[in-house]
């Protein structure tokens, strides 16, 4: 995002050595920031895309884009969300495709129900991508665990049923199932954590 634009930088983090997040705050409409960032990697041989379900998984973020790659090389995803004081929040997360694979529909996205987040939480995120993955990142007070069952109780209210659960140092885990109509099982590795870099907690 150019300086023109009057961008901040709220902070940053390395997830590993080829992924990296960075979220800042601009003074346009998520439509702009889309039209931006189409604009500027136009000359990188990167495309968008819309590989992510918004109305299952986490809910976070309303819109997110995707621009990867015709060949293995690196990708960028945008997820923007529209604040009060008139900004957008943009979520920018910078990867490496190693490999591009045309694969079908993910079957796992209909059944996985819609979780919404605690009240008053800030967050980024959230849709299902292909890769069967939903991800939260939530900034608030409360600790992993209470962040965990309260996406849990949705899970079980949606039919799901917890097969072991446990806390690893301070994050906390569980193993989730269900059936789907055809009576396929289905199993969720729910992990909420804290990363190190950062006083956020992630589903």
Same mark, same amino acid.
């Given at each position: 995002m150019s300086a023109s634009c009057s961008a901040a930088v709220v902070g940053?983090?390395?997830?590993?050595?080829?992924?990296?997040e960075v979220l800042i705050e601009v003074p346009l409409t998520p439509v702009q920031v889309d039209d931006f960032y189409?604009?500027?990697l136009a000359d990188r041989s990167l495309a968008p895309q819309f590989p992510f379900d918004s109305s299952r998984g986490f809910v976070g973020h309303q819109h997110r884009l995707r621009f990867t790659p015709a060949l293995p090389g690196p990708a960028i995803d945008v997820l923007t969300r529209r604040l009060e004081e008139g900004l957008t929040e943009v979520k920018l997360h910078l990867y490496e495709i190693l490999a591009v694979v045309q694969g079908p529909?993910?079957?796992f996205a209909p059944i996985f129900p819609r979780l919404e987040p605690?009240?008053?939480?800030?967050?980024?995120?959230?849709?299902?991508?292909?890769g069967s993955e939903t991800q939260i990142v939530l900034l608030g007070e409360q600790s992993t665990q =209470?962040? $965990?069952w309260h996406y849990a109780r949705q899970l079980r209210?949606?039919?799901?049923?917890?097969r072991c659960s446990g806390p690893l140092g301070a994050d906390f885990w569980?193993?989730?199932e269900a059936l789907d109509p055809e009576g396929h099982?289905? =199993?969720? $590795?729910?992990?909420?954590?804290r990363p190190l870099q950062m006083p956020s907690t992630t589903e």
């Open positions: 940053s983090i390395a997830i590993d050595p080829l992924t990296w189409r604009r500027a529909t993910n079957p605690p009240p008053a939480t800030r967050l980024w995120g959230g849709g299902i991508s292909q =209470r962040y $965990f209210t949606c039919g799901w049923r917890l569980g193993v989730w099982t289905w =199993r969720i $590795f729910h992990q909420a954590f």
